[in-house]
């Protein structure tokens, strides 16, 4: 059964407090893993897809990478209007998106 | 850059009450999708359109139904609602049948009485 797990649920950093959110997943025959932003009360941003182990995306203070069995989404020299939730979904063989719970992150001034 | 709007942001309704939900795509998108979004629960799939006319349960359809009678508008509708549909309701669309990335509209929450 296809599978997505994230971690830490949530993560707080202090403002240029690098870090990394996890994205940890099982899949029949990956297709592409998606990350997106979601702020309070809105619908998700989309920031990246990767499609195949070693391939590597960047977005100003984000750069998310892949390998065969999880994605990181890292974040350098955080500010707070980086502070939302960051969702990872797959696509696979079975044509459906699976979604993880996400990752909340706060990043203090 | 892609545009998905939904038609209300905000939707309060009172249990039994027919719910229309609107989402409309301006890019000509073959897929569209139907999601909602509870705490701790993710985001689930209710329906999805690959085609006009065309339309395919998703994970949750129970309560609910759909249309899509003009490529760019989805539409969700709730027969009767119930308080166990109050939720985050999100549509998202996409190209193509492969992996390609969904694109979601602003979101409409939902709090049925």
């Known amino acids: 059964e296809d599978q997505v797990t994230q971690s830490p649920e949530a993560l707080r950093l202090q403002e240029g407090e690098s870090s990394s959110l996890n994205c940890s997943y099982t899949?029949?025959?990956?297709?592409?893993l998606f990350w997106y932003r979601q702020d309070p009360g809105k619908g998700p941003e989309f920031l990246f897809t990767?499609?195949?182990a070693g391939e590597e995306k960047e977005k100003e203070r984000l750069k998310a990478t892949l390998t065969k069995k999880e994605s990181f989404l890292h974040i350098t020299a955080p500010k707070p209007e980086d502070s939302a939730t960051y969702l990872c979904a797959v696509f696979g063989r079975t044509y459906k998106y699976i979604f993880g719970t996400g990752t909340r992150l706060k990043v203090l001034a | 850059d892609v545009k998905v709007t939904q038609s209300s942001r905000y939707l309060v309704k009172r249990t039994g009450e027919k719910v229309f939900l609107e989402c409309v795509q301006d890019?000509?998108?073959?897929?569209m999708f139907w999601y909602r979004q509870d705490p701790g629960l993710g985001l689930r799939l209710i329906y999805f359109s690959y085609d006009v006319k065309m339309k395919e349960k998703g994970d949750i359809p129970e309560g609910y139904s759909v249309s899509r009678e003009k490529k760019e508008r989805f539409s969700l509708i709730l027969e009767s609602a119930s308080t166990n549909q109050t939720s985050m309701y999100l549509c998202?669309?996409?190209?193509?049948?492969?992996?390609?990335?969904?694109?979601f509209g602003p979101g409409t929450r939902l709090l049925v009485l």
């Open positions: 990767l499609y195949s």
């Open positions: 899949v029949s025959g990956l297709r592409g």
């Open positions: 998202a669309s996409r190209r193509g049948q492969g992996g390609e990335t969904q694109y």
């Open positions: 890019m000509d998108h073959e897929n």
